[in-house]
Each structure stands twice: as C-alpha cells, then as structure tokens.
C-alpha cells in the first residue's frame, strides 16, 4: 500500500522544541504521522509569539519541517504585519513550485489570507484536495483597527478572497462552531476545538488557607482596559475572597499587594500551575467583541477543574457553561459580578472540582481531539 503524503502549512504555531505549548497544527501532525502518514511541514522563519526568528532545529519533530523565508513584524495588527504575510506567500509559492514534490492532500492554517489564496489556487491547478482549517477569522480582526477611509474597500476585498480559498477547499475545519457559521461553511465545515493537554486526573487541592477562596485571572494586554472594573466589583466580595492576579510587569506597573489581591508578575510555568493548584475559581474577562470562540485560558482553568466566571455573553463560552454547568456569564460591565461568584462557590468544592475536570477532559483532551481530527482528514482523502 502506497504511503499517504500530506503537506500541512502553518505561519504561527510554535514547533516541538521551542519553549512553548503546542497549540493545533503540529499536534495534528503527529497524529496522523502515527497513523503511517508521510508529512511535510512549512512554516514561518519567523516567530510569531515572541516576534523573533525561529530556532530552526531539525531532529526534534517526528515530521519534516522547512522554513519559510518572512520578514519580522513587532504588531500584531499592522501594515508591517501584512508585508510579511505577503512575503511569506511568495516564498512559500517559490519553494513548491522548486520541490515539485506529490502530495495527497494539503492543510493549511487560515490566517495568513495570501497564503491561502495562492495555496488554494495551486491545490486546484494540480487536482490536490485542499483542507482549510480557521484558527481566527480575518479580515474581521483588523476591522476595529483599520482607519474608517481604508475600511471599506480594503475589507471588502478581503473578504471576497476569504471566500474564494472557502469554495476552492474541500473542507474547511475551524477551532469555532460560530467561525463556521459566519463563514457560511457549515454544510462542509467541522468544528474541531484548540482543546488542551489534561493530566491523567486532577492535581490534589491546594490545602493550605482553606478557609479563603481564591479567584484567578491570568491578564493578557487585550483584558488590562477590564482591570479597574474588576477591582471594583471584586471589592464587594466578602472578606474572605482573594484575588490573584497574573501576567507581565508593564500589565501591573506601579501596582502592589494588598491583604485580598496579590499580582504576579512574568511567573514560571511552574510558578503558574502553583496558583492554579491553590484557586478556586478562574475568571475569563475580555471585551465582548473580540471573541466568538473559546479562549485558551478556558483550558489552562478545566485542567485544574476551576468554574469559571466570564464576561463574555452570546457566544460559545457562555453556551459551553450553561451547558455544562462549568460556572456562570456574568454582565458585561460586571454589574452582576458578585452575584455570579457567591452562584458557582459549593460547600463541596474539591468533588465539585473533580467533576468538572472529568467533563472537560472527556470534551477537550487534544489527544482524543486530534486523533479524530487525523481520522476525519485521512477519511476525505480516501
């Protein structure tokens, strides 16, 4: 039986090797790699997350990796950003075209848009099935941050390519049910979450100080503008409620413990899971608009088996919890902010925890995920 081969392009995600957690396209890959699949990997030379060059390590992968010449960019959302995206697109188009290796079937990683236009195209040219898999949805991201003059027009035509890399795929994966359904993609689509990598069971309770309950928020620099309103409605909790706080230092500059909120700043892997281990609730605060999936940190919470208070209404989250009974979505002005916390605080609270840890690992384990995610790819191709 001849081996599969498949071509699988992603610009962003972090590679085995590199410091960082797996997220989607490289745990994908090793699961169908396991499944005899022959597998070729193209990627950014530059690294998206910390915005440097990639440490380009061979060896450390079960698949083959190349790198694709892109400049750097220090925004996520800039003109800068763009030029290297279309560079990135031109290379990756150069170095195919002087391969000129068979493939099977090609998945790509959506965004960069360029890139998948040109790939989507080619993929047809060559009568190579070709799977798109939305991780966020662009040009909608930038739409906030393109001037009102450039916004239309530029939009629109971004928009019109979007959908013409939808028709040419033969699927089109996403990490969102609403992804698909903005992207009228349902009939052909399938949702297959970011998910996370859970522990065989959940961590022993943190014991020390059970009399208090801790509330957790891992701050990014989308959710600072949320933190005076945070504090404020924190403050109406009883006394025996603290809050930890944790990101980078320029998140909390000039800020300092008090007896029931402490910051942590640029903490270790280790250092994080330590305040996981001791929290009692983790906390999702962001602007409503920036997202219509689940947000990663959802999964940093289930593996410590958290309930989770989230601001964000009307999409999946709030689905997932009132489905699940995971926690409570709050206003999102924090309005209601103390009556959902005392709402998800039970008297058993390390049963309540271990319940929830199951659930959420039976739902999102990438193992499982994935390994189906390989089975739905390798069905299509045959």
Not at 248 to 268: A, E, L, M, N
Request: a positive charge.
């Amino acid at each position: 039986m001849t081996q599969i081969s498949i071509l699988m392009v992603s610009a962003f995600d972090p590679l085995p090797g590199e410091g960082r957690e797996l997220i989607r396209y490289p745990i994908l890959a090793e699961a169908l790699v396991k499944k005899g699949v022959k597998l070729t990997y193209l990627t950014s030379s530059f690294e998206h997350f910390s915005k440097k060059p990639r440490i380009q390590s061979q060896g450390k992968n079960p698949f083959s990796v190349h790198y694709i010449s892109a400049p750097a960019y220090h925004k996520n959302v800039s003109l800068k950003r763009l030029w290297s995206h279309g560079i990135f697109a031109r290379n990756l188009m150069r170095f195919l075209k002087k391969e000129d290796a068979k493939y099977d079937a090609i998945i790509s990683a959506f965004p960069p848009i360029e890139a998948n236009v040109r790939l989507s195209i080619w993929a047809r040219q060559k009568g190579i099935p070709f799977f798109v898999d939305v991780q966020d949805l662009w040009p909608e991201a930038f739409e906030a941050k393109v001037p009102a003059f450039l916004s239309g027009w530029l939009l629109r035509a971004w928009k019109a390519r979007r959908g013409g890399v939808l028709e040419r795929a033969k699927r089109v994966f996403a990490v969102s049910e609403d992804y698909l359904k903005s992207l009228n993609a349902e009939e052909k689509g399938k949702c297959f979450p970011l998910g996370a990598h859970f522990p065989e069971k959940i961590p022993p309770a943190f014991q020390a100080d059970s009399e208090k309950i801790r509330l957790i928020f891992l701050a990014g620099s989308d959710q600072l503008p949320f933190l005076p309103a945070l504090l404020q409605a924190f403050e109406k909790l009883p006394s025996h409620y603290v809050l930890m706080l944790v990101g980078r230092s320029r998140h909390f500059c000039g800020k300092k413990d008090t007896d029931r909120i402490s910051y942590h700043h640029d903490v270790s892997e280790e250092e994080k899971q330590l305040l996981l281990l001791k929290a009692n609730i983790g906390l999702v605060i962001n602007e409503l608009s920036l997202f219509s999936r689940l947000p990663n940190k959802l999964f940093s919470y289930l593996n410590y088996g958290l309930p989770i208070i989230s601001n964000l209404r009307g999409g999946e989250l709030e689905k997932l919890l009132e489905k699940e009974s995971w926690g409570k979505c709050c206003a999102g002005d924090l309005s209601d902010f103390t009556e959902k916390v005392l709402g998800v605080v039970g008297e058993k609270r390390h049963e309540e925890k271990t319940q929830i840890f199951d659930r959420a690992k039976a739902l999102f384990d990438k193992k499982n995920l994935y390994n189906s995610y390989a089975n739905e790819i390798l069905d299509d191709i045959s």
